[in-house]
């Protein structure tokens, strides 16, 4: 059965309240499990046509969508992420380049560029692909967007609020600082590669870029390890 958009804001406000029973549960469900072949599509399409490889999941669950719903004033039918996908490419030139294929592939999409207006320091971007009335968020980021954004997953877990701008405060500032590097080092880089795409003449000057590309690669992997490092300690195990 096809619920109306005034049924699902209903639904939405009774979750936000705390006012819901089992049939408000089901229905939920029911709306859920409606995202799953729209969902099949998209990432049928983006996996086929684009040769890109998405992760992701067809529905996001019951408890995730209720707490989005206590977090921000947002009606159930706008929820952009109830069903989404995730595609983590190397630098910003292959996300540009991600971000117009996707573009082109489907016929209603809109554009979230946190790399403009950061969330938190959560810098990504976000294509919400629209098909049957129903939203589908495909995120792309880049590798150090990807390591930064579960970093700050791993310290949310000892303080949930983090990733929404609360929690402890010298925290927030290290990771919204982290993530400005970051930014930095990805548009130098993106510059560097831009001029070493452009005919010169000047062969001391492509040199001198091609070493500096060489070195900034030697620091991005060092940048990657060390994240990954961090991501996967285990702050629960003792210290030998």
Known sequence: MKLSKTRIDHLGDQLRKGTIGDS???TLDDYRRSFGQVYETVVQTIREKLQLEPTGRPAKSTS???EKLHRESIRLSQMQDIAGGRIVVENIAAQEHAITLISRAFDDISIVDRRVNPSHGYRAVHVIVRILDKL????IRTVLQHLWAEFSEKLSDHDPGIKYGAGNRDIQYRLINLSRIISKF???????????????TDEKIKLKLESFQQEMDVDKESIIKSLKDIISFDSKKEIP
């Open 64 to 66: 995730s969508i209720i």
């Open 186 to 200: 990805e548009n130098i880089e993106l510059k560097v590669t831009d001029l070493l795409t452009k005919s010169t």
């Open 136 to 139: 589908i968020e495909i995120q």
């Open 24 to 26: 408000d549960l089901r």
